[in-house]
């Protein structure tokens, strides 16, 4: 499947381009100042459950507003080839952000975010939600063959058991805190058993098995800018952890079961 669009190819390549620079940035510097390591900056913050429901909103409610649209606009759209699947995809996309946006932002009880962490992250969620939606509803051209089935499959596939893993990730951390209280302890269940950054991994792996099914340069962008930028962060939490916690596992990897 390939895409037309110089203007979709462009934003892509920037965005890979861009995840690049987040890792340099993170593994030569320091790490992107919220969570843990909020202390380390200064300025105006945001509540957590307020900034992670502003910056990740709006890459549910803009693949929203172009689908309408584009039923308005091109009302065929469902009798396109294999606009079921593109539907179906986007729909998994949307399901994700509408899980981080309407759940967890209101569940989470992390520090508060500096604002302008969360315009950041609002700028790039509009953007590259834009970039996925446009991609899927008005460049994708699905063939009809036994390898793409299998990709859509294996991709999906992935990509729900990835979510699987960082919502119950999310849970354990939650849990390991009472409403109101900043300290740290050792997480354990589930994929903590394996690797510090549990959470991050579930997000890494959602996002490469949605590469695999769309099999597209916006999607393999987002994946690879998914890896630069949480990659580094679980590395920084495998770390701190070790620092904090005399008797932490040392069997653990920080993103990827017996590897890394």
Known sequence: MECRDSAVSALSWVMIVLGVLVLLRQTLGRPSLYGRYTEESGGRSCPARAAWFLQEAPAFLLPLLLLLLTERDAPELESRPAAGRALLLLGAFMVHYFHRSFIYAFLTRGRPVPLFIVVYAAIFCSINSFLQAHFLLHCAHFHDSWLTD?????????????????????????SLRKPGELVYRIPRGGMFEWVSGANFFGEITEWCG???????????????????????????????????????????????????
């Open 210 to 260: 949605y590469a695999i099914a769309v099999w597209s340069l916006p999607a393999f962008a987002f994946a690879f800018f998914t890896i630069c930028s949480i990659g580094p962060r679980a590395y920084q939490h495998h770390r701190d952890y070790q620092q904090r916690f005399k008797d932490y596992p040392r069997s653990r990897k920080a993103v990827i079961p017996f590897l890394l």
């Open 150 to 174: 299998a990709r859509l499959t294996a991709g999906l596939l992935l990509f729900v058991c990835g979510m699987i893993i960082n919502i119950h990730s999310d849970h354990v951390l939650r």
